[in-house]
């Protein structure tokens, strides 16, 4: 079965502090696909990665960079010097085939604050 | 590009009613998925229609009723409300195929109150 756990229920940081988002996923299939989403005030969630299975290669776009660990089932997310637009709840999501469609299922996110 | 446009934004039930939730999704975009999020739940799978196809269901009560359109709009629908069913409901769509899976494109949700 699959399952995601965002142990961190809520940060706070200070601006321009790093920090980091962990992740731990399960799952027995061995094609899968890890996501990361921001859901600011506002409501709406909003994509910010994709990580395939298949390749553990790590991200970094602007401030934020990405660690997946197949080895510890892990897929970290790191803000670099923090901004409070940052400040918003981030959710770990996991997507694997499931005879023909896709069920992509979320952690309960952890809820940033940069002050 | 119009984003994904949920239909209404607001709304106040009792128990017992039904309602009726409405989702557009992002042009050629063929998958829909919904979502509860709940304080106490997070977010939680519904459902997945491809093609005017359920190819995936969460672990929602016979209540819970989707159905989706030629023209890839979908519809969800909850009889005999609860108040447990208080909630905002989220759709969300991707631009994948039958076989692959992709990142989920989020609408602003619908806010359900049930009295």
């Known amino acids: 079965a699959q399952k995601v756990t965002q142990a961190q229920t809520e940060i706070s940081v200070v601006e321009k502090e790093d920090v980091t988002l962990d992740c731990v996923y399960e799952?027995?299939?061995?094609?899968?696909?890890l996501f990361w989403y921001k859901q600011p005030p506002s409501g709406e969630l909003v994509f910010l990665i994709r990580?395939?299975?298949?390749?553990?290669q790590n991200e970094i776009s602007g401030r934020y960079s990405w660690n997946f660990q197949k080895s510890t089932s892990s897929f970290n997310f790191t803000i670099t010097a923090s901004q409070v637009v940052d400040s918003a709840v981030y959710f770990c999501?996991?997507?694997?085939?499931?005879?023909?469609?896709?069920?992509?299922?979320f952690g309960a996110g952890t809820r940033l604050f940069v002050k | 590009k119009a984003g994904v446009t949920q239909t209404p934004r607001y709304l106040i039930k009792t128990r017992g009613q039904q309602v009726t939730l409405s989702c557009s999704p992002i042009?050629?975009?063929?998958?829909v998925s919904w979502y509860q999020q709940t304080p106490g739940q997070g977010l939680q799978f519904l459902f997945e229609?491809?093609?005017?196809?359920?190819?995936n269901k969460g672990n929602f009560p016979g209540r819970f009723s989707g159905r989706q359109f030629s023209n890839s709009r979908s519809e969800m629908n909850v009889s005999t409300l609860e108040l447990g069913d208080s909630a905002l409901y989220l759709c969300?769509?991707?631009?994948?195929?039958?076989?692959?899976?992709?990142?989920?494109?989020f609408g602003e949700g619908s806010r359900l109150t049930v009295l």
């Open positions: 042009s050629g975009h063929r998958s």
């Open positions: 799952t027995r299939d061995t094609t899968y696909y």
């Open positions: 969300a769509s991707s631009p994948i195929d039958n076989r692959n899976t992709g990142e989920l494109f």
């Open positions: 999501a996991l997507s694997d085939r499931n005879t023909g469609g896709f069920k992509t299922i």
């Open positions: 229609y491809f093609s005017e196809t359920q190819r």
């Open positions: 990580r395939n299975s298949f390749d553990e």
